[in-house]
């Protein structure tokens, strides 16, 4: 066979034997239509997606440097990925290995890490099992919404990076991870990490950093998290080596470490500690942060109920030179039974000697013993120091927190603590001198709570404004208005006990009204509380036009017939003084009269604005109907004949009552007398004159008019 035929055949082959994978950018689905995440990776392209349903998936997967996203339909909550099965061989037990240089376009979301024993590596440090749940090697991939618990490993039993240069976690929960160190998170010879909203909690390490061990690192940036429950024999919470660390906005609570910092240890590293919580935190020397060489600030920090057995319930160090600042952080209620429960260095070593320490516009107050317990003089200024210390502007009074029983540890509007501070370095931000501690008292009043804004007149143009100062009542309000929130001009000035306003801005549209509380020259941190209306333009009150009144005198209906000025929300119909509520919309109405009665009639129109406009009115008089009958009918049955002569003569001689006289009257004299009788019955039998008109049929009296009766009978309806 030639060369070229063969060619041709074994190209055609590969595409009969193997089935053509999605182009990039395409969706793998497992299981339906990839049994196994593994199998999915393999398959995929770079810019995939695999998407994976809920279920536990008994595999270890590698992602074999391909920037796939890997994302469950559902949540960690029920999908699941179990490293116990050791798919890819027993020395590579971690769960989910990124090895190959992924990029953060590799991406991993949505499940549960957890059964993984680590990969098994050895180096300078030994044979060591490192990454049970995850393992990150000279790779930045991006992890997030991710649950990683119940591994096991001896380095980063939930989660193991090496040699990364930028990695960022968000959103993860670590729980229950045990191993040598770094149970919850292991890095080392990391760049740029940062790790975020993470919640590690109750994991284990037999050395150091029960939730998170960092060494050797650039630059490690720990931000709102929360690290409770996690024990080790150092660094309960969080070992820091040789690393830069930046530690803010994040709570530890509940850390244990057998030897040094309850909640943190640092050795020999760079760190900085911002507006973050250290709660009951245990160590046998700083419960709350432990230190062994470097160089740490701590700022606008909380440290309270931590507890040291030997000494620096809040704060302790080794013999290695440290150096510490601590600026506007309040450190109350530790506690060290043989010891200080605040700061603590050894005295008179290597390292101590020439430590130092920084204490500034911060609380000291805690129960008993030395606040300050170091071989060295500290520089302290602006401070409380419980058991007193010399230094600038350092008081030893209470300093009167809100409620120390429920953990409150703002100031009181009375403690001494409120604007004592050095305006020089730094201002609080309601604009006054700087409080001391880490919880400053705010002094600006507070936003008031919804205004009520509303038409004092819903058919003008004038605003009503009311509110309500509540118990705080300030110096004064300040009014304003305008049409943006960006360009609001003054309105009034109004006393502080003031709780309404009316305000005619003179013209329609809409408009933002604004009161802002003033207190000592300070107002909210809010800002004014606003309301916005819409003012309507005023409807036309033009009334009733070219009003129409008459009846029809058949039925004695009466029909009114009107133009509508502007638009009504109703019209009121007045009948002789009693009123009926018409649609706004109408134009017409008909009513039934009462014959012979004068009926007057009003309309009075109100507008969409509620507003009452002039009345128009006529009146209608439907004549009483002259009486309808049948001349020579007298007994009113429709029918001339003896009968009618009878009841003539009964009624003239007999006085038998009789509905209509002028039946009776044949001869149309005016009279009843026997000569109608005997006319009746010339006619019947003789030929004799037909009775007058109304004659055979029924209809009224021709006249002339005379005095006799006559009510409309049933043979003449």
């Not at 300040?478 to 502080?496: F, I, R, Y």
């Not at 009257?665 to 000569?675: E, F, P, R, V």
């Not at 004799?688 to 005095?707: E, H, I, M, R, Y």
Request: aromatic share 6%.
């Amino acid at each position: 066979m030639p060369r070229q035929s063969a060619l041709v055949l074994g190209i055609l082959w590969g595409f009969l034997v193997w089935p053509a994978a999605p182009c990039s950018g395409a969706d793998w689905l497992v299981p339906s239509q990839v049994p196994t995440i593994q199998q999915a990776i393999d398959s995929a392209l770079p810019g995939d997606q695999i998407l994976v349903d809920p279920g536990t998936y008994q595999e270890n997967i590698n992602f074999l440097g391909k920037d796939v996203t890997l994302i469950s339909t559902a949540g960690p909550a029920v999908t699941f990925i179990d490293g116990s099965a050791l798919t890819q061989g027993t020395a590579l037990g971690s769960t989910v290995t990124f090895s190959s240089g992924e990029t953060g376009a590799a991406i991993l979301s949505g499940f549960t890490i957890q059964g993984g024993n680590g990969t098994l590596l050895t180096d300078a440090l030994g044979t060591y099992r490192r990454g049970g749940g995850i393992h990150v090697s000279v790779a930045s991939p991006t992890i997030d919404n991710c649950h990683l618990k119940n591994n096991s490993s001896d380095f980063g039993s939930g989660f193991y990076a090496q040699g990364t240069l930028s990695l960022t976690l968000q959103n993860l929960q670590i729980m229950n991870n045990s191993g040598l160190e770094g149970s919850g998170i292991y890095l080392i010879d990391c760049g740029i990490v940062s790790i975020e909203q993470c919640n590690i909690s109750e994991n284990q390490a037999m050395t150091a950093g029960g939730a998170i061990s960092i060494n050797t690192c650039t630059q490690v940036n720990l931000r709102q998290n929360t690290l409770i429950s996690n024990t080790a024999l150092i660094g309960g919470g969080v070992y820091c080596r040789l690393s830069g660390l930046l530690f803010e906005n994040n709570e530890v609570q509940s850390n244990e470490a057998s030897l040094l910092g309850g909640g943190i240890t640092l050795y020999q590293s760079a760190s900085s500690c911002i507006d973050s919580v250290f709660v009951a935190n245990s160590a046998n020397h700083g419960g709350g942060i432990g230190l062994d060489g470097g160089t740490l600030t701590v700022e606008k920090c909380l440290l309270t109920g931590n507890i040291a057995t030997t000494a620096g319930a809040a704060v302790a160090s080794t013999i290695n030179l440290v150096s510490v600042e601590i600026r506007r952080s309040t450190l109350t209620f530790n506690s060290s039974p043989n010891g200080s429960p605040g700061v603590f260095y050894p005295p008179l070593s290597a390292g101590g000697a020439t430590s130092t320490l920084v204490l500034s516009h911060s609380i000291l107050w805690n129960p008993t013993g030395l606040e300050i317990d170091i071989p060295t003089f500290s520089q302290v200024d602006h401070s409380v120091v419980s058991s007193g210390y010399p230094g600038t502007s350092v008081l030893v009074s209470d300093p009167l927190f809100q409620s120390s029983a429920t953990g409150d540890f703002s100031l009181d509007p009375s403690s001494p603590c409120i604007d004592v501070g050095d305006s020089l370095l730094y201002t609080d931000p309601d604009g006054t001198s700087p409080d001391l501690g880490a919880y400053y008292f705010d002094q600006r009043p507070p936003a008031l709570p919804p205004l009520t804004c509303q038409l004092e007149d819903p058919c003008g143009t004038t605003v009503s404004l009311s509110w309500d100062v509540g118990t705080q009542i300030p110096d004064s309000l300040q009014l304003s208005v305008g049409t943006d929130l960006t360009q609001l001009v003054p309105l009034a000035a109004l006393p502080g006990t003031a709780s309404g306003y009316t305000f005619d801005p003179g013209s329609s549209g809409p408009l933002i009204l604004c009161v802002e509380p003033v207190t000592g020259g300070l107002t909210p941190e809010s800002g004014p509380t606003c309301c916005e209306i819409d003012i309507p333009v005023p409807a036309p009150q033009i009334p009733i036009l070219d009003l129409q009144c008459s009846y029809d005198p058949l039925s004695c209906t009466g029909e009114l017939s009107w133009t509508n000025g502007a638009t009504y929300s109703n019209i009121e119909l007045i009948v002789n003084g009693q009123s009926l509520m018409l649609p706004g919309s109408v134009n017409s109405a008909n009513l039934p009269l009462t014959p012979g009665l004068p009926t007057a009639l009003q309309l009075i129109p109100q507008t969409s604005c509620g507003a009452i406009l002039a009345a128009v009115e006529c009146q209608l008089l439907c004549p009483i109907p002259e009486p309808r009958f049948i001349r020579g009918d007298a007994n009113m049955d429709s029918i001339l004949n003896v009968a009618d002569v009878l009841f003539q003569l009964e009624h003239i001689h007999q006085s038998l009552p009789a509905n209509c006289q002028d039946a009776i009257d044949c001869n149309d004299d005016g009279a009843l007398d026997i000569s109608d009788p005997i006319f009746l019955l010339l006619f019947l039998f003789d030929n004799g004159q037909p009775p007058p008109a109304p004659t055979l049929n029924c209809g009224t009296d021709p006249g002339p008019a005379d005095s006799l009766n006559c009510l409309n009978g049933l043979n003449c309806p």
